[in-house]
């Protein structure tokens, strides 16, 4: 898919309340934790920033949890880019902050004990970096792990570079794969011909989950405070959020 297109990131992107009124996400097939996943497979999640996890799925990691089965999350980037030109939030500082952020968060949902391997990509540079990305999947997955990542469409370049390398690497080892869309919400509208709705499944969330889910978001302060150095609003604001904290998550199969 081109980049060419309007699948940007800029503004405030489609509001929460016009997916709220879309018959199309309300009426999305519901799919069950326990039967997307067979029992005794491990789930490797592929999490192109240090958040990425939890707005994707942290509903569905804590349904496989309680399943029982084993969880490895693969943190491709620490998140340094998220802040270009800022005096406080420095790369340095991102570094050492986001990978914190996302162990607290982890906490929250009660997977204090999942681990995260940190792959040390640059942030915004995944899609130059395709080849070492391919080379640590390869060393880190199974044929029969259930690989999670971002969709290969998402319209973040390091989104969707994690996407494609995790579908390359699954259909070379055998792994099944399930894709999230994350800033889709943003730049698609209802309906869009360019997301592969025949694909999306709902996982309904618990109201403990979902009240979990949103508590671990809020350890991601670094994405959720405005930064005075570059008189920027938070990475995620408050529209953001609202499409991303649901009380369910869409996934593509
Ligand atoms: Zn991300």
Redesign the pocket.
């Known amino acids: 898919m081109s980049m060419n297109d309007n699948r940007r990131i800029v503004g405030e992107g489609t509001p929460e309340s016009d997916w709220l009124a879309w018959p199309g996400l309300l009426d999305m097939p519901a799919a069950e934790a326990s039967a997307l996943v067979p029992a005794g497979s491990r789930i490797v999640m592929v999490?192109?920033?240090p958040?990425?996890e939890i707005v994707g799925c942290a509903g569905l990691l804590m349904q496989l949890a309680a399943l029982g089965h084993e969880i490895l999350i693969l943190g491709v980037t620490d998140?340094t880019g998220s802040h270009p030109g800022s005096g406080y939030w420095t790369p340095e500082r991102l570094a050492k902050a986001r990978p914190q952020e996302s162990l607290r968060a982890l906490e929250y949902l009660g997977l204090a004990k999942v681990p995260i391997l940190r792959l040390g990509l640059i942030d915004t540079r995944v899609t130059q970096e395709r080849a070492a990305l391919i080379a640590h999947l390869d060393d880190h997955l199974q044929p029969d792990d259930i690989l999670v990542t971002?969709w290969r469409g998402d319209g973040?370049p390091?989104?969707e570079a994690t996407g494609q390398a995790c579908a390359e690497v699954a259909s070379t080892k055998g792994c099944s794969l399930i894709e999230l869309p994350?800033?889709t919400w943003h730049w698609a509208s209802p309906g869009d011909p360019r997301v592969p709705w025949e694909r999306a499944r709902r996982i309904e969330l618990s109201l403990d989950q979902y009240e979990r889910k949103c508590t671990a978001l809020e350890a991601h302060v670094s994405q959720l405070t405005a930064d005075d150095t570059t008189e920027q609003g938070p990475v995620l604001a408050p529209f953001a959020l609202a499409r991303l904290l649901r009380p369910f998550e869409v996934l593509f199969l």
């Open positions: 999490a192109p920033h958040d990425d998140g971002t973040h390091d989104h994350i800033w």
